[in-house]
């Protein structure tokens, strides 16, 4: 089967000397790949290329086995429906409410085209997922740090799409917030099957998607058992390059001094 | 030399090309017509006070500081025609523009610019809608309806305040001469340059106020510089153009 996401050889810049070289690496269906790097490495910017929103000075970006390279931007709409983002800076829209915010990519996503009675559930749905489902009439300023992250991973998934990025879903919240937040990426990775690209600075959020899975059961994350795989693998960016490409195994045991400041010892 | 030009011509390649986008947009579908009468509400109505009040007292100022001219020539029945038609010709649309340039030239840089640092407008391709349909073209379309039924309302009122100063106060004239002069004095030629100013000043102020937000990068510091940069790049073109367009004007 195709992989989902692929970068050939990516290159961009805005201007002001490279801000990522060559970057190359794939995603296959139901993989997790979690992008390391300290800030301003490049972690933004990979995420915007594969969506779009910025385009690569060389190189090839493959998107559900089409090359989405030089698609103009009407032609984007249609990939991007396919794609859930989480933004690092939340990206939701303040003049709506939080309803309004989630069923927005089910409203103006041109190649969707959800039945009009279908939207209300699934915007509640998906804000149920979220645990917020009493904060529909609300608006974005309303909701504290934590809460707006869960809006936009509610927003991310309403679509059930088939790739999720998220962009630093944790900076700066406090520890439990942040393992809820983890949990709930868990949760749709393992619920719906979503392939996932995430990037983070804490080590800690990798290792959860590599060490645990959503029970749903339960309805708490377990430990993989043995013979178990997270299909996960990391990559490490060093000033808009590669400084490792792996499985999390080789990740730690890694004997770069670079890598190992990233590693848990 | 060639380094120091290259910033400008830049930024001024990239304005045509969003103004492009915009002004194509606006024959093209998706029309968003909730935005569209959200902010001509913003614009049309919320610029009233600022404009009625400029207007007015404009035309006051104007019969004021022309009535020792007037009066040295015996001439102070032409009162009304000098304040028409430097009203409806020039002071009208210039200061409204520059009105509407303060108020919502910046309220657009801010506004998108604000969105553009907080990723929302990343958020709004990623989810499906074109910024430029939707953001640039409402306030685009917005502003070039309203600034000409602004300027209209200004031009009157300033002659409303002409006419309270030259023949209530001063009593230069009488008002049916006052009226009668200012009337007669207006030609079809200066009512389609009063009109066709504040129309190519709606495009250009919207324009240079959605560009100033879109391109905003920075956090909130850099909202604040597009804020100011787009109220000030807005009224000097709103000063050059009047001048473009008056020379047009005269010479036919
Ligand atoms: N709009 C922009 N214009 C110019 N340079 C930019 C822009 N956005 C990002 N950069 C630069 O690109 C580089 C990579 O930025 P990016 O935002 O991808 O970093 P990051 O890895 O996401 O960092 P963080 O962990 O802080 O979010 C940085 O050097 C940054 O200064
Ligand atoms: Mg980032």
Known sequence: MDAVLVFDNVSFDFGLGPVLQNVSFSISPGETLVLHGAAGSGKTVLLKLALGLLRPVSGRILLFGQDVTNLDESEWYDVRARIGVLFQEGGLFDSLTIAENVAYPLLNQPRLKFPMDQIDARVARSLEFVELGHTLEKVPSELSGGMRRRVGIARAIVTSPELLLYDSPTAGLDPITANTIMALILKERDENNATTLMATHRHQDGEILVRYRWDKRTASLRPVGPGESTRTKYLLLRDGRIAFLGTPEEFDASRDEYVMQFASR | ?252
């Open chain 2, 1 to 252: 030399m060639l380094d120091l030009l290259k910033g400008p011509v830049l930024t001024f390649q990239e304005f045509i090309l969003l103004s492009g986008r915009a002004i194509r947009g606006v024959v093209r579908k998706p029309y968003y017509w909730d935005d569209l009468s959200i902010q001509m509400d913003l614009i049309g109505v919320g610029s009233l006070p600022v404009v009625i009040l400029t207007g007015f007292f404009s035309g006051a100022v104007m019969a004021l500081q022309m009535s020792r001219a007037l009066q040295t020539y015996g001439a102070t029945s032409q009162v009304g025609q000098i304040v028409a038609i430097t009203l409806v010709r020039e002071m009208g649309p210039v200061l409204t523009a520059l009105m509407v340039a303060g108020r919502n030239a910046s309220g657009m840089a801010s506004e998108l610019g604000s969105m553009k640092v907080t990723e929302q407008i990343d958020a709004m391709r990623a989810l499906g809608t074109d910024p430029v349909m939707k953001l640039v073209k409402p306030r685009l379309m917005a502003t070039a309806i309203v600034l000409p039924m602004l300027t209209v309302l200004a031009d009157f009122l300033g002659l409303v305040g002409g006419w309270l100063v030259a023949c209530i106060l001063l009593g230069l004239t009488t008002t049916t001469q006052y009226w009668n002069s200012s009337w007669r004095s207006l030609e079809y030629n200066d009512i389609a340059q009063g009109l066709l100013k504040p129309f190519v000043f709606a495009i250009v102020l919207s324009l240079v106020g959605c560009y100033y937000g879109m391109q905003t990068t920075g956090g909130t510091q850099g909202v604040g510089r597009s804020t100011t940069q787009a109220v000030v790049v807005a009224s000097v073109w709103v000063v050059v153009l009047t001048f473009l367009i008056g020379r047009i004007f005269v010479s036919m």
